[in-house]
């Protein structure tokens, strides 16, 4: 279980059979002697989805384990093990049979030992049990997930368990390198943080013990906005406070043996505001945004604080600001007005953030006014804050709006964007070059409207919300080369995720205008209170009202609201700690018709269309009419344009969408999309939502149907990623189908099929890889191989790594491939594709010659095919399967071809790959400004045509460049950078390429030959994790610690002639030398003298290793011939000079020196 679910039956290993029988075994063994019933397991096992057949299947696989675990038992004989009764199955067995079970009892024991030195005895050999994540195979199941989180949490415990006991001892040293490596894994984890620091200052190394702790303050604040806890704040103090006392680290304070705390916490607030209305500071005559504007509304308005909208002079609602309550922020205004007067000719960014409620968008309503009457062209797009919403609907919103002022030079170029409707053109063959080509014409559209009409602002709120076209767009024409437009961003500053992030680093390069709102001074919270109220609040009510809501001025206004409402609130106790018991107190005020309104209001989204709602209520006009009335006077609704509502802010909506059950939430969704499909049929995406979110079997087919539609126009946006949340929901309307008349394995291959090619061009090769399987399975299950072809040639888009896990071959998939190829010969098309996918799976593996015969055969085919786009599929997979270091001329010879047809076909997506395949010939010629110049140019293409995986692979080229040069700092950080982009796309060897980067640059950080603590933690961490695989890494840590023994005792693959060949070569070199494994040497030799002029790894550009040579000095020098040894370490220092390598040349010249 602590790994692979692996049986022994009387000391010999068993197979267990196939991956569904294996769950069944791991299910009930999750169930820890529970007895299951055969509903429960067959809905698990088939995670809700069941064939007909699926209980027969369930007790045919009872069967065969009972077999397999009991060999001896007689027929007929009771079951000891699998056992049954009338309610089900159970798996039982002795204590200490399973090593989970032995796993937790020998922590408990490790917890309750007091000897430190037992302690370390026990830990060490219950890890050793840990082959890999727990229940490997069916981890991410939903039903596994407690228990592989239980047993997860009890591993980390026990390792922080064995760090205590190693410091404890006083083994300073040893307890290092794994406390560092634990805080890594685990950064919120403040005990990884104290045992590392009390190991650092148990070593005597009482400035990094302090840095330990400064980092771990940084990691809360930046992650959680908390301090340290108790036990880190005393042994602070205790470092601080002593010199080199290692009875005092030993003794430091743990966690369980310290009296919890309370840790004041602050508001933010901004001080010193003009609060006189309509004030604005000295500007010399010009007239900043907050002129003439008065900052609040008089109480007797009834519009005083109810309009959230801003309507344009075509009706269109655009921003907030335009008669609402508005207090302070007169600085913030003037750093707008400084930012239009620079921006007016060359264009800039503002960017406005702050948590919700505090006044960003209201902000921005002000500035949009301003801006107006400055003469500027003002568009305004919102990200949807709520599910169900077109793709890039900001932009949509914002370029319709331009239209109407100044219509688009070429229509059809930006059509995607501005047509009405699903409806249009289909989107271009190949996407990547679609999407360049349309966000081209948006920015010679606004650089045409600039020079016609004058200055032309662009105001995107909510970007918190954005979608990945919504941002890649923002990003092209906030470049450095984008048209000189003034854009204006808010978002919140607690919801900025992953995607933003990266974008709002590519602004960073124009150098914005960053606004951080806070919360309201004192007098700003008074003066809006007393506005809301319509008379003084007095002092102690206002002091009470600035603490609870920190001055955040939508908390404020509701508040004061309640207070005007209520008169009892004016007790402090009385005041409602949070805002969204405010707003359901606020609530709870409505009459009942109105409230129920407002929750239909909410299902809808943040913004409806009053015949909607009148049509899905099922009441009568008025009666709706008057409820929406009622929520417009209570300020919890405006009119944002006619026959439209609109919630005053996302607050009210997320309130009341949340407090509705699922099963009232799922009826709801229902009504909306019967009200949308009489109204609305056109409304694909909407329609798409609430179909899927009402959960019927009734509404599932037009979920389908309208899901189909809204990711087509998803894909003519370029959304991609859109397009596979769609489609995703499509898949699974589908299942709920209860008897649909078409072929259903066909239909669900052929919807799979759609979500795989959505999938991969969304950069998500793992969940790619995913639906693909799904797909095989399904053709498989209905012997159907038609449906299996469909399936395995679905994936159509080159890739620069293995669309598989590294050293993972999936051979039933494989002998599927040949089974079909070997079958009467389908179309050429088609055989290209499925030899492209056998290429894929066999690539880099043992088989070489039977690789290389598939790809001739690839480019065979698709030569007659006459296809230029099939051929150059070919010539990237042929490339991509031949050696990096010996077939050089081929590989050159390919790139040739391909760079010719890529440039005629105007394919984005080939052309990085010539790039990729260029710089790779330069890594094997040893031409390091080659493999630079074609890093930053398919690096460049990459970001232009938003290629994520290309872009991960050109970035890994300058930190192995990095790496090379010895920069270690800016290699591990350019490192890092590609691993969180591979994470945030979730791509499959994200991790594994992280991992390396760090080992292989961490192998050089060390003291001496000794590697890093990080390096040399993650190398155990991964041989523990991946076995043999990564057995010669960590034998070689192991080694170049002085520990041999040990590393002889680690068990080692064989060597793979794949893409990493020669830095695996030359680790495993390295190693032979340090253990004297002569026996090993010569075959070594064999295989790296035909690429002796090389550095090791840098063909593939990715991570670079020293100088093949100087490997082959090691070996010579292992089978005594020492002349060639010299001549191996003279080579070696000239490779690594023409790399600019001078740590690698004194390395090669040490070693010809001794």
């Not at 600035?546 to 004061?560: C, L, Q």
């Not at 019927?696 to 389908?704: C, E, F, Y």
């Not at 980067?997 to 991964?1022: C, D, K, M, S, Y």
């Amino acid at each position: 279980m602590l790994g692979s679910v692996e049986a022994d039956v009387n000391g010999v290993r068993v197979g267990l059979g196939g991956p569904r029988q294996r769950a069944v075994l791991a299910l009930l063994l999750c169930a820890r002697g529970e007895v299951l019933s055969a509903d429960r397991m067959v809905d698990q096992v088939w995670e809700g989805r069941p064939p007909t057949r699926a209980l027969a299947s369930l007790q045919s696989y009872v069967s065969n384990l009972r077999r397999i675990l009991e060999p001896g038992r007689a027929p007929r004989a009771r079951a000891e093990v699998l056992v049954s009764d009338v309610t089900g199955y159970a798996v039982r067995v002795p204590d200490g049979t399973l090593d989970a079970w032995r796993f937790e009892q020998a922590v408990c024991r490790a917890r309750e030992t007091p000897s430190a030195h037992e302690t370390r005895e026990l830990l060490q050999e219950a890890l050793g049990w840990w082959r890999g994540p727990a229940y490997a195979e069916v981890a991410d199941a939903e039903w596994a997930l407690a228990e592989v989180a239980r047993l997860n949490e009890l591993r980390l415990h026990a390792k922080e368990l064995l760090i205590d006991a190693l410091v404890r001892d006083g083994l300073w040293s040893e307890a290092v390198p794994s406390a560092e490596a634990l805080t890594r894994e685990h950064p919120l984890r403040e005990e990884g943080w104290r045992l590392l620091a009390t190991a650092l200052w148990g070593a005597g190394r009482r400035a990094d013990a302090l840095d330990a702790l400064r980092r771990n303050r940084r990691v809360l604040h930046d992650e959680l906005r908390l301090a340290p806890g108790p036990a880190l704040v005393e042994l602070e103090r205790a470092i601080v406070g002593r010199r080199d006392d290692q009875r005092a680290a030993r003794s430091a304070v743990r966690p369980d043996r310290v009296e919890r705390k309370d840790v004041p916490s602050g508001r933010p607030a901004l001080a010193g505001r003009s609060l006189t209305a309509g004030s604005a500071p000295d500007t010399g005559g010009r007239r900043g945004p907050g002129a003439d504007v008065p900052a609040v509304r008089e109480a007797g308005d009834r519009s005083a604080g109810t309009s959230a909208g801003l309507t344009d002079d075509h009706g269109t609602a655009s921003c907030a600001g335009a008669d609402e309550l508005f207090v302070g922020r007169d600085g913030e205004l003037r750093v707008i007005e400084r930012a239009a007067r620079e921006g007016r000719r060359t264009g800039g960014v503002v960017q406005v953030t702050g948590e919700p409620g505090v006044g960003k968008t209201r902000l921005l309503g002000r500035a949009v006014q301003w801006l107006r009457s400055e003469g500027w062209q003002v568009v305004v797009g919102r990200c949807p804050e709520f599910d169900g919403a077109p793709p890039a609907w900001a932009w949509v919103e914002a370029l319709r709006e331009l239209a109407r002022r100044v219509p688009p030079g070429d229509p059809d170029a930006v059509a995607p964007l501005v047509g009405e409707g699903a409806g249009g053109p289909a989107a271009p063959t190949d996407a990547v070059a679609g999407r360049f080509s349309l966000h081209h014409a948006v920015a010679a559209w606004m650089a045409r409207a600039v020079t016609e009409a004058g200055p032309l602002a662009v105001i995107l709120d909510d970007l918190h919300r954005a979608d990945t076209e919504t941002l890649a767009l923002l990003e092209h024409l906030t470049a450095a080369d984008g048209p000189p437009v003034l854009v204006l961003t808010a978002h919140r500053s607690t919801e900025a995720g992953e995607r933003l992030t990266g974008t709002l680093a590519q602004l960073a390069a124009r150098s914005p205008h960053r606004i951080a709102l806070g919360g309201l001074a004192d007098d700003e919270v008074r003066a809006l209170a007393t506005a809301v109220c319509g008379a003084p609040v007095d002092r102690h009510t206002l002091a009470a009202l600035t603490e609870r809501t920190g001055g955040n001025p939508f908390y404020v206004r509701e508040s004061a609201r309640l207070l005007a409402s209520e008169g009892s609130l004016v007790a402090l106790s009385e005041v409602p700690q949070g805002v969204r018991d405010v707003l359901r107190r606020r609530l709870a005020q409505l009459p009942a018709h109105a409230f129920e309104v407002l929750r239909l209001a909410a299902v809808v989204g943040r913004e409806a269309d009053v015949e909607v709602l009148v049509r899905a209520a099922g009441a009568a006009e008025d009666d709706v009419l008057d409820g929406l009335e009622a929520g417009v006077m209570a300020g919890l609704l405006v009119e944002p344009a006619p026959g439209r509502v609109r919630f005053a802010h996302a607050l009210v909506r997320d309130t009341l969408y949340t407090d509705l059950t699922r099963l009232r939430r799922g009826r709801t969704h229902a009504k909306v999309a019967e009200a949308l499909r009489a109204l609305r049929p056109d409304g694909h995406t909407a329609l798409a939502h609430h179909c899927a979110q009402s959960g019927t079997a009734a509404l599932a087919p037009l979920a389908v149907e309208h899901g189909l539609r809204a990711a087509e126009l998803a894909e003519r946006r370029y959304a991609h990623d859109a397009a596979v949340r769609m489609l995703e929901r499509v898949v699974e309307s589908y299942e709920r189908i209860p008897a649909p008349g078409d072929d259903r394995d066909a239909r669900r291959v052929e919807l799979l099929g759609k979500l795989l090619r959505a999938q991969v061009r969304a950069g998500t090769t793992l969940a790619a890889r995913r639906t693909r399987g799904r797909a095989i399975e399904i053709a498989e299950q209905a012997g159907r191989d038609d449906l299996l072809t469909s399936a395995l040639t679905g994936w159509q888009v080159p890739t620069p790594w293995q669309t598989r896990p590294y050293g993972f071959v999936d051979r039933p998939l494989v002998r599927a491939l040949e089974r079909l190829l070997a079958a009467d010969s389908p179309d050429l098309g088609t055989r290209c594709l499925l030899l492209d996918t056998l290429v894929a799976e066999l690539a880099g593996e043992h088989d070489a010659a039977r690789v290389v015969t598939a790809a001739r055969e690839l480019v065979a085919v698709a030569r007659r095919s006459d296809d230029p786009a099939l051929l150059a599929l070919a010539l990237a997979s042929a490339a991509k399967c031949r050696s990096y270091e010996r077939a050089v001329t081929f590989r050159a010879r390919t790139s040739t071809e391909l760079r010719t047809l890529a440039e005629h076909l105007d394919l984005p997506v080939y052309r990085w790959v010539c790039e990729f395949i260029d710089g790779s010939v330069a890594g094997a010629l040893g031409d390091p400004r080659a493999v630079r110049r074609h890093a930053h140019a398919g690096l460049e293409l990459a970001r232009r045509y938003r290629l994520v995986e290309p872009e991960a692979v050109h970035q890994a080229s300058l930190a192995m460049l990095a790496h090379v040069r010895g920069d270690f700092d800016e290699a591990l950080r350019v490192y890092d950078d590609v691993g969180a982009l591979m994470h945030r796309h979730g791509m499959m060897h994200a991790q594994n390429f992280h991992e390396l980067g760090l080992i292989t640059v961490g192998l050089e950080r060390g003291p001496g030959l000794e590697p890093g603590a990080e390096a040399a933690a993650l190398a155990r961490a991964r041989y523990e994790r991946n076995g043999p695989l990564d057995g010669d890494t960590y034998a070689l840590v192991l080694a170049r610690q002085g520990r041999l023994a040990e590393a002889r005792a680690i068990r080692r693959a064989p060597l793979r002639h794949d893409h990493h060949h020669t830095r695996n070569a030359g680790i495993r070199a390295e190693l032979a030398a340090l253990l004297g494994l002569r026996a090993e040497a010569p075959e070594l030799i064999r295989q790296l003298l035909p690429v002796r002029d090389q550095l090791s790894g840098a063909a593939y550009t990715v991570f670079a290793m020293r100088p093949v040579a100087h490997y082959l000095g090691l070996l010579f020098r292992l089978t005594g011939n020492e002349e060639a040894a010299a001549r191996s370490f003279e080579r070696a220092e000239s490779v690594a000079r023409r790399w600019g390598a001078e740590h690698w040349a004194a390395a090669a010249r040490n070693e010809r020196n001794r």
